[in-house]
C-alpha cells in the first residue's frame, strides 16, 4: 500500500504545486496581458488618428465637408472604432458612425493645426473607439497567453512527475517492494541499477545491504549462543533433575521459587504447579527445625555467604524422622526480592550410624551407663561450663562391697546380673539430667548436676544406700543383699577441676571402704594421710 | 534631380529679380490692404471671399514657375509640391478648385486689371493704375 502511496503523493504534490503556479501565473499574466493588449489598441486607435491628421487637418482647416466626410467614413472602416467626428470652427463637418453620446464611451482625440501654420489650432477629429471589442480582444489574447502558460505548467509539471517517479519513486518503490520481501538471514540483498550508482538511490541500497549483513552476522551469532545456552541449559537442567540432592529456590519469606524431582521425593512433597506455590511457607512445612531453617536462610542472605546445618525434616508416609543437610546460598535478588538456592540431601543414615558409634563409644555396653571416657568428658565440660562461683555440684563414686566374693562364687553372670540391677537401680534414682556411669568393674561414678546443698546429696546418698536393703537374685533361688561404699566430693567445694574432684571423691570412698563399708562419706581434707593410688 | 537643380537655380536667378512680391487686386476693389494670414486663407481656398465680403477669384502662375514656388514659400512655409499634394486632396474631395493658373505676370496683372475680383501675385514692378497693391510680401521669411 505504501509503496503506491509514496507515487499518489508525489503526484498530489506536484500536480497540487503546478495548479497553484497556474493559477497564479495565470492570473498575473492574464491581467497584465490584458492590459497591454488594450494599451495597444488604445495606441492603435491614436496611431489611425494621427495617420489621417494631416487630412483632417485640411479638411478642418478649409471647412471641407467632403473631405471631412471621407476622412471620418475612411476611420470608421477600421473595426476598432464605431465613430468618428470632425469638429472645425466649432461645427462638425464631418461625422460617420456612432458619436459618443450614444456610443456612451470616451472619446478618444486629437486638436487639428491649420497645415500652413502649426500654431493654429483649426478643428478637432475625434473617434469613438469600439471598446466592447478592444476588450473582447484583449481578454483573447490575455485568456490564450495564460492558457498557453497554464499548458505549459502543466508540461512541465507532467515532465516534472514523469522525471522524478522515473528516477526516484519507481527505483524507491523497487527498492522498497525487494526490501520487504527479503526475510533478514534468508541472505539477499537489493540490487541496484547502474544508474543509481553514484546517487543517494545507491547509497541508501548500498547502506541497507550492509545493515541487512550486520543483522544477519547477528542473527548467526545470536543463534550460535542460543545453541549454546540451550545445550549449557540441558546439561544444568539435567544435574537439576537428575540430581540425588534436592535443590529448590525460596524467597526470604519461605516461598517456594522452583525446586527439583528430588526435593519433592525427599521431602514427600506432591510436586506443586509454579502457580500454586503462592504465599505458601515451604520451609515451614518441609523442616521440623524451621526457625532453625529460616534462621540460616536470613543468615545466608546478610552474610551473603553459604551456610549449612543438619536439620530434620517432616516426611508425611511414615512418621520416621530423616536428616537432611541443607545448605543455603544466596541466589541473587529477582522482582520479588531476594532468593536462597537450597541443596539437601538426605543424611539420616550417617545421622544414625553417628548415634550409634557415639553410643558405642560413650556407652557401657553391659549396663547401657555411660563409660568411663563418657563420664569424664562429662565432668570436664560441666566443669568448663561452669565456672568457679558459679554452678554446684556433687561428684559420687561408687564401690560395691563384696562383689568380688559374689563373682568367685556365683560366676560372671551373676556378677554381671548384679552390676545391671544396681545400674538400674542408680539410674532410676536421680534425675536424667544426672549422669550415671559404670567406670569399670565394680565401680560407678555419679554427677549431680543440680544438686549444691549437702543435704540434698545426704538424701540421696542416704536412698541410693536404702535402695540395695532389697537383695538381688543373682541366680535362681539365690537372693543376695549386696552394699556399697560411696565417697562425695562437691565442685567447686573440694576442687576445682576434674581430677581432684574425683581424687577427692575417691579418698572419701575409700574412707568409707575402711571404716566398715555399706555408708557414703563427704571429703575431709583433714584425712589427706593416705596415699592416692591406694584405691586404684 | 532636374526639379531641384531648377529649383536652386531659380533661386539665385530670383535674388535681385524677384525682391519683393506685390500681391495685387482690381482697383475698384474696396480692399484697401491685406493681412499676410488674410492672403493665405484666400490662395489655400479657406476663405473664398475677401474679409468685406466680396467674393474673391484667386488666380495663380503655371506650375513650375519660380515665381510661383517663391510665393508659396514665402506664404505658407511649403514648396511647390506640397502646396500642389494640398490641392490635390482638396480636388479628390471635391467641390473645391484651386486657383486659376494664368501662364505669366503680365496675363495676371492683364487679368486683375480686368476682373474686380481677381487677386494674384507679382514680382515688384511698375503696375497699371487700374491694379492695386494690397500687400507687399517680403522675399524672406
Request: aromatic letters at 6%; proline letters at 3%.
Amino acid at each position: 500500500m505504501n509503496i503506491q502511496s509514496l507515487h499518489i503523493k508525489v503526484s498530489l504534490s506536484v500536480a497540487a504545486a503546478a495548479l497553484f503556479v497556474v493559477l497564479l501565473s495565470s492570473q498575473f499574466f492574464y491581467q497584465r496581458s490584458y492590459e497591454k493588449s488594450f494599451a495597444d489598441s488604445e495606441r492603435s486607435v491614436q496611431q489611425l488618428l494621427e495617420t489621417v491628421q494631416a487630412t483632417a487637418a485640411i479638411a478642418a482647416y478649409v471647412g471641407n465637408r467632403e473631405l471631412a466626410q471621407q476622412v471620418v467614413t475612411g476611420l470608421t472602416q477600421n473595426d476598432i472604432v464605431v465613430g468618428a467626428k470632425i469638429v472645425a470652427n466649432k461645427e462638425i463637418i464631418g461625422q460617420h458612425g456612432r458619436t459618443n453620446a450614444d456610443a456612451k464611451q470616451q472619446l478618444i482625440s486629437i486638436s487639428l493645426n491649420a497645415p500652413f501654420d502649426e500654431k493654429e489650432k483649426v478643428g478637432e477629429l475625434a473617434v469613438v473607439p469600439n471598446f466592447p471589442l478592444i476588450a473582447l480582444r484583449a481578454r483573447d489574447s490575455a485568456m490564450a497567453t495564460a492558457i498557453g502558460l497554464a499548458a505549459q505548467a502543466a508540461v512541465v509539471a507532467l515532465l516534472v512527475l514523469i522525471l522524478v517517479y522515473w528516477m526516484m519513486t519507481r527505483p524507491l518503490s523497487y527498492l522498497s517492494g525487494r526490501l520487504h520481501r527479503i526475510t533478514p538471514g534468508d541472505g539477499n540483498r537489493l540490487d541496484v541499477a547502474g544508474v543509481h550508482r553514484g546517487d543517494e538511490i545507491g547509497l541508501l541500497a548500498g547502506d541497507i545491504n550492509a545493515l541487512l549483513h550486520t543483522v544477519e552476522t547477528m542473527l548467526e551469532e545470536e543463534r550460535q549462543l542460543r545453541h549454546r545456552v540451550e545445550l549449557l541449559e540441558t546439561r544444568f537442567r539435567g544435574i537439576f533433575e537428575d540430581s540425588s540432592a534436592g535443590i529448590f529456590l525460596v524467597r526470604e519469606r519461605g516461598t517456594l521459587v522452583t525446586a527439583n524431582p528430588a526435593f519433592f521425593h525427599l521431602t514427600g512433597l506432591t510436586e506443586i504447579p509454579q502457580s500454586a506455590t503462592g504465599d505458601d511457607n515451604i520451609i515451614a512445612r518441609v523442616f521440623l527445625d524451621h526457625e532453625q531453617a529460616s534462621s540460616l536462610i536470613k543468615l545466608s542472605l546478610i552474610s551473603k555467604r553459604p551456610h549449612s546445618a543438619d536439620l530434620r525434616i517432616r516426611t508425611e508416609q511414615d512418621n520416621q524422622v530423616r536428616w537432611v543437610h541443607c545448605i543455603f546460598s544466596p541466589a541473587g535478588n529477582t522482582q520479588q526480592g531476594a532468593t536462597v538456592e537450597g541443596v539437601m540431601y538426605d543424611v539420616t543414615q550417617r545421622k544414625y550410624s553417628e548415634e550409634r558409634i557415639r553410643e558405642l563409644a560413650e556407652k557401657d555396653s553391659l549396663t547401657g551407663l555411660s563409660n568411663r571416657q563418657a563420664a569424664e568428658s562429662a565432668l570436664e565440660e560441666l566443669i568448663q561450663q561452669a565456672p568457679v562461683g558459679g554452678k554446684e555440684f556433687a561428684v559420687m563414686l561408687i564401690d560395691l562391697d563384696r562383689f568380688k566374693t559374689i563373682n568367685d562364687t556365683y560366676g560372671h553372670d551373676a556378677g554381671d546380673k548384679v552390676l545391671v540391677t544396681i545400674a538400674a537401680r542408680l539410674r532410676k534414682l536421680v534425675r536424667d539430667s544426672d549422669v550415671v556411669a559404670r567406670l569399670g568393674g565394680d565401680e560407678f561414678l555419679l554427677i549431680l548436676n543440680h544438686a549444691g546443698k549437702i543435704d540434698t546429696i545426704k538424701r540421696i546418698a542416704q536412698k541410693i544406700l536404702d535402695a540395695q536393703q532389697a537383695p538381688i537374685e543373682i541366680q535362681p533361688g539365690v537372693l543376695e543383699k549386696i552394699g556399697m561404699s560411696i565417697g562425695i566430693a562437691l565442685y567447686p567445694e573440694h576442687g576445682d577441676n576434674a581430677l581432684s574432684v574425683r581424687k577427692h571423691a575417691d579418698q572419701a570412698m575409700y574412707i568409707v571402704k575402711r571404716q566398715g563399708k555399706n555408708n557414703y562419706a563427704f571429703y575431709d581434707p583433714s584425712d589427706n594421710d593416705l596415699p592416692l593410688t591406694a584405691n586404684n | 534631380m532636374a526639379k531641384v537643380i531648377m529649383l536652386i537655380a531659380a533661386l539665385i536667378f530670383s535674388g535681385q529679380l524677384q525682391a519683393e512680391i506685390l500681391v495685387i487686386v482690381n482697383a475698384q476693389n474696396s480692399v484697401s490692404a491685406l493681412e499676410k494670414k488674410q492672403v493665405m486663407d484666400l490662395f489655400m481656398g479657406r476663405a473664398s471671399a475677401f474679409p468685406n465680403g466680396q467674393s474673391a477669384e484667386t488666380l495663380d502662375l503655371k506650375t513650375g514657375t519660380p515665381l510661383r514656388a517663391h510665393f508659396y514659400k514665402i506664404l505658407t512655409g511649403k514648396n511647390e509640391a506640397q502646396v500642389d499634394a494640398y490641392w490635390a486632396t482638396l480636388i479628390f474631395a471635391g467641390r473645391m478648385s484651386p486657383p486659376k493658373q494664368l501662364v505669366d505676370e503680365q496675363t495676371l496683372i492683364a487679368e486683375v486689371a480686368r476682373n474686380t475680383e481677381a487677386i494674384a501675385y507679382v514680382t515688384r514692378q511698375a503696375l497699371p493704375k487700374n491694379v492695386k497693391i494690397v500687400t507687399e510680401l517680403p522675399s524672406h521669411e
